[in-house]
């Protein structure tokens, strides 16, 4: 077991078709969702040129987690149409669950989104994400990171035998709100 605390974690950008993003895949995770998200969605949102995939790494140089980002039109019905940044996916490995690292993650996305909102024109300033409903300890994790469910009611995840999942978001303008074009 390492000393590491969130703090100390180092977040690198990581390419798609390196050996570390291989070994984040083979993460023995509880759900085959993630894996499956991971190697046929992940990839498709980088190549498209706007996805981010970024380690998290101790000062052992241990990956202990990874965050996705990305800028879509995903939720484009609750921005009427406008490209907004979004979290599709993130994990901290399974071997180092319950550190407070998935918070630390969860506030570098969005350092990242508000930095984009800040500076992309024509963006909407709200960061999406989607969670299970079943995924009690990511709703609160998210909640405790300044989220809040958007959705009126639960869709269904057509790829997970129509699970139910809530959207959530967070503003992630740094700009007061008088200084922005809703």
Same mark, same amino acid.
């Given at each position: 077991m390492t000393d590491s605390t969130p703090s100390n974690l180092l977040a690198i950008p990581l390419a798609i078709d390196s050996p570390e993003f291989a070994a984040v895949c083979d993460w023995p995770f509880r759900d085959d969702y993630v894996r499956r998200v991971l190697r046929n969605n992940i990839p498709q949102r980088v190549y498209r040129g706007a996805g981010q995939v970024w380690i998290y790494v101790n000062s052992e140089?241990?990956?202990? /987690? $990874?965050?996705?980002? *990305?800028?879509?039109? *995903?939720? +484009?019905? $609750?921005?009427? +149409?406008?490209? #907004?940044?979004?979290?599709? %996916? %993130? !994990?901290?490995?399974? !071997? #180092? %669950? /319950?550190?407070g690292y998935g918070s630390h993650i969860v506030r570098h996305l969005i350092q990242l989104a508000t930095n984009l909102a800040d500076t992309v024109e024509g963006f909407h300033d709200v960061l999406y994400l989607d969670v299970y409903t079943d995924n009690d300890v990511a709703i609160k994790l998210y909640g405790k990171c300044g989220f809040r469910v958007v959705s009126s009611a639960p869709r269904t995840d057509p790829d997970e035998d129509d699970r139910p999942y809530l959207i959530m978001a967070i503003r992630v303008s740094a700009s007061p709100v008088g200084d922005r074009d809703r």
């Open positions: 140089r241990e990956i202990i /987690g $990874f965050g996705t980002i *990305d800028i879509c039109l *995903d939720y +484009g019905d $609750f921005t009427q +149409g406008q490209p #907004h940044p979004y979290i599709p %996916l %993130l !994990a901290v490995n399974p !071997a #180092h %669950l /319950g550190r």
